[in-house]
């Protein structure tokens, strides 16, 4: 649970998860120290309006500054001193870790290189940082299970997330950090993220724009809404894992809605909240695309009490009102 009387710091602080969660942190009375380096892989205006929603917090304290630069992020921790690291900086997108890898390679390792580092130089009693579903590749079995193989990546993306969990066991056996890593599932709803499916549906389908649907539709994905991701992440907060018989405090949860939805049901959700039809173009699988996501979310059940709430019907209701409204604000 959150404690008021903790320092937190979060990077990625003004993207979508990110932002969400310290909110959540302030409205609790936590004081946040954010990091973001406010890029533009997406409309870096609604990065700065969830940024200026934070900023009205008086605990809250914005750094602009990337996580590749390690001597940037040593002062930055000399300085706040945090007591739990929540890390969700990273270059995200599966096809755009096709075109731009180079990208990948400085925020997800290097950068996450360096937040591992600063944890050691700075003790932290939790770091938490995201991984994400994309690791369990093109595994055929599911629902995934947080101990099934993940060594057959078929983004780079993924291939820099496998890449995080192992760099942070390592670095809690060696160290005694206190580690655990999220495998996040499809996360969806207000303030997300534009390059998501459901956004950039949501845009298309409002300005008479077709969509384009991968493999024809037959897809399925675990779509998790972020009030429920905020509600498990703050279950871990104070609850680090054991030390195990190796010495690593370390432990993976997979954090999902655990009920896979069809793409072409998801659409018809969509449209129905939206109130307009959407025309359809209908493609192949793209490369880096996976057939099916299908989080065993039974370790976090078990462990912290975790169960989502929301429905896709009532969270794609949630997201329209709001995206709705904002872009008529424009």
Not at 9 to 37: E, M, P
Not at 183 to 195: A, E, H, I, L, S
Not at 212 to 225: E, K, L, P, S, W
Not at 316 to 323: D, E, G, Y
């Amino acid at each position: 649970m959150i404690d008021s009387n903790k320092k937190y710091l979060v990077t990625g602080a003004a993207g979508f998860i990110g932002y969400h969660f310290s909110r959540k942190l302030l409205t609790a009375g936590a004081t946040v120290t954010g990091l973001d380096n406010m890029n533009g892989y997406y409309d870096v205006s609604l990065k700065q309006e969830r940024l200026d929603q934070l900023s009205g917090f008086d605990h809250f304290n914005f750094v602009l500054g990337d996580l590749a630069d390690a001597q940037g992020l040593n002062e930055l921790f000399a300085r706040c001193r945090p007591d739990i690291v929540i890390n969700l900086a990273a270059q995200a997108g599966v096809r755009y870790s096709i075109d731009n890898p180079q990208a990948y390679i400085q925020s997800n390792v290097v950068g996450f290189f360096n937040i591992l580092e600063a944890c050691r130089q700075y003790p932290v009693e939790h770091l938490i940082y995201a991984s994400s579903s994309s690791v369990y590749g093109g595994n055929e079995k599911v629902p995934f299970a947080a101990d099934d193989p993940t060594d057959c990546p078929v983004s780079l993306y993924a291939a820099t997330k496998k890449s995080n969990e192992l760099m942070a066991y390592s670095y809690s056996r060696l160290y005694r950090i206190p580690v655990t890593g999220l495998r996040f599932f499809t996360v969806y709803g207000p303030m997300g993220r534009p390059d998501m499916a459901y956004f950039s549906f949501a845009e298309k389908i409002m300005s008479e724009k077709p969509i384009q649907i991968y493999n024809n539709g037959d897809m399925f994905r675990d779509f998790t809404y972020i009030d429920d991701i905020v509600r498990g992440m703050e279950k871990i907060l104070s609850k680090p894992p054991a030390e195990d018989l190796q010495g690593a405090s370390y432990k993976i949860y997979n954090i999902g809605n655990n009920k896979p939805e069809n793409l072409q049901y998801f659409i018809e959700v969509l449209e129905s909240v939206l109130g307009k039809k959407a025309v359809k173009e209908y493609l192949p699988m793209q490369p880096g695309d996976v057939y099916q996501t299908y989080a065993d979310i039974t370790d976090l059940q078990k462990d912290v009490g975790f169960r989502p709430e929301t429905d896709i019907e009532t969270g794609l209701k949630l997201f329209a009102r709001w995206f709705l409204d904002y872009y008529r604000k424009e």
